[in-house]
């Protein structure tokens, strides 16, 4: 497939989820009691999202947008890989354990490579932690904190 019928491949799948989105928006009120409501930021998003993707599928059309890049090969491949295999475990674990032991290990897993075991557990700690915090205390959105093992 050459790279410019993949961009419109690519722009298309954009365009259907944008109205997809889009239609699933207007669901929510527009504009709340002190200002802006719940479908105001999705409707804007998926507005823009429309035109970005019309925009490049015409791009690709005229063949503005080709790329001499390839996919990974390798190396990068295999980055590219543990990133998805960590984010498949840390669904598998949100859904076993919850919020806390999923975050921790996700980021456990990826940080182990970079640092040294007690700034990877501390990170893995205080980063999840404040996650939970702030979705929980703070926006008043609940994390789930444990999961269907425990």
Known sequence: MSNSKSGIWAGIVILCLAIFSLVISFQYSYSGIVGPGPGFFPIWL??????????????SIKGK???EEEWPTGHSLKQVLFIMMSLVLFLVLFILCGFLVAGIIFLTVLF????????TASLSVGITLFIYVMFNIVLK???????ILF
């Open 141 to 147: 959105v609940h994390l789930p904190s444990s999961g």
């Open 112 to 119: 182990y490579r970079e640092y040294k075991w007690f700034v």
């Open 65 to 67: 947008n080709v790329s």
């Open 46 to 59: 998926s507005v823009s999202l429309i035109i970005l993707s019309i925009l490049y599928i015409y791009e």
